[in-house]
């Protein structure tokens, strides 16, 4: 069964700088998707990014990016000139391409944004 | 305007009793799903159904039922039988046709306290 690691349950970070979560997972596949969801205050997941596993190419939406090791199971999330409405709880997430439709989370990281 | 809304946002239920939580879509999505979440851990799979009149188990399916007669809809009922149903509920929904069929997009959710 696949795992999902998030071993920092809390990270700081001052405005407009630069910070890095880490996640990784156990697998034996070879095709799969990741993502990282934030969860706000008011506990909806928005998806901030996601990654195809056949990609080598790391994934970027605007002022976050990946750095995805596919050989070291490793997927971080980097928040660059992060801002206060950042602030969240991050899971990263991992989902196989086809038949069990779950998404396995790991148990998240608390980001918080000091002024 | 295009969502997945979940209905109520809080609920309280007195030991006992069966309670259903409603999740629509207008996303034309084929899939939905049933998260629960814990404190301090992530989300973890109930039920899920890839087509209408069709729905499979997650890895905490019990005391917990579901239907789907239409595609829009996907309600949870948290049984009596369910030991511990206080929590965080989270319905999702993916497109499962399309350029991009992985990625699942979640509802506000509902907080169910057992009194």
């Known amino acids: 069964a696949q795992t999902v690691t998030q071993s920092q349950p809390e990270m700081s970070v001052q405005e407009a700088e630069t910070v890095t979560l880490s996640c990784t997972y156990d697998t034996s596949e070879s095709d799969y998707y990741l993502f990282w969801y934030k969860q706000p205050p008011s506990r909806q997941m928005i998806l901030v990014i996601r990654q195809e596993a056949y990609k080598q190419q790391n994934a970027t939406e605007n002022r976050f990016s990946v750095n995805f090791q596919k050989a070291a199971k490793s997927f971080s999330l980097k928040i660059s000139d992060s801002q206060l409405g950042d602030a969240a709880m991050y899971f990263c997430?991992?989902?196989?391409?086809?038949?069990?439709?779950?998404?396995?989370f790991g148990t998240g990281t608390r980001l918080t944004i000091i002024p | 305007d295009g969502g997945i809304t979940q209905s109520p946002k809080y609920l309280f239920r007195k030991e006992g009793q069966n309670v259903t939580l409603s999740c629509e879509q207008n996303l034309n999505h084929d899939a939905m799903y049933w998260y629960r979440q814990d404190p301090g851990q992530g989300l973890r799979l109930i039920y899920y159904s890839q087509i209408v009149n069709d729905f499979q188990k997650g890895d905490i399916a019990e005391g917990y039922s579901v239907s789907r007669e239409k595609k829009e809809s996907f309600p949870l009922t948290v049984t009596s039988a369910q030991k511990n149903p206080t929590a965080f509920y989270l319905c999702?929904?993916?497109?499962?046709?399309?350029?991009?069929?992985?990625?699942?997009?979640f509802g506000p959710g509902t907080r169910l306290t057992v009194l």
């Open positions: 999702a929904s993916r497109n499962s046709r399309g350029r991009v069929t992985d990625t699942q997009y």
């Open positions: 997430a991992y989902r196989s391409p086809e038949g069990n439709e779950k998404l396995t």
